[in-house]
């Protein structure tokens, strides 16, 4: 099946979004970038852009995204703090692909991001019927989850793979603010 590069936008685009509002909207927050740290009301972490082919966008009830227009694909940053103190984090690791049909976890384990253990996941699937390939982390630190996660269509996912995996690794809580 081939989809046009407006209707590939429209899909990742969707894609984003529901990723971003899979938190309540009550978590929604306003976040600032500068100077490589992300700032939110509950917390501050580094994190780099991806690089000059990825473009900054905006989103409401996420952190911070980045689309890069040549493979249709996103990178989005989040964080939610003190709303899911009890959760076990491959929970909310989960909680990332709701949404997703025919979901086929091709990978799911423990590894470090900052220092700590964090859920990594891969995941296939289709979204209104276009199939989509998602990785993400997932770090739970001092009371707040961290969700840093990439989608692209299937067949463009490998060649972002390390713009996304390099933003994982220089990824680094700050702090808490309050």
Known sequence: MSYGVSRWAAKMRH?????????????ATLASYKDGVVETKHTRYRVEAPGKAWER????NGDLAFWRDDLHAFILL???????RDAPVESLANHLFIGIENKNFVEQKETPLDGRNAVYS???GELDGAPVKVAAYTLVRDYCTYDLSFSAPPERFEAGMPDFERVAARFHVVGRRD
């Open 122 to 124: 891969v995941v296939e």
């Open 57 to 60: 966008i905006g989103v409401r």
């Open 15 to 27: 894609i984003l979004l529901l990723a971003a509002l899979a938190l309540p909207a009550a978590c």
């Open 78 to 84: 989040n964080s939610t703090c003190d709303e899911y």
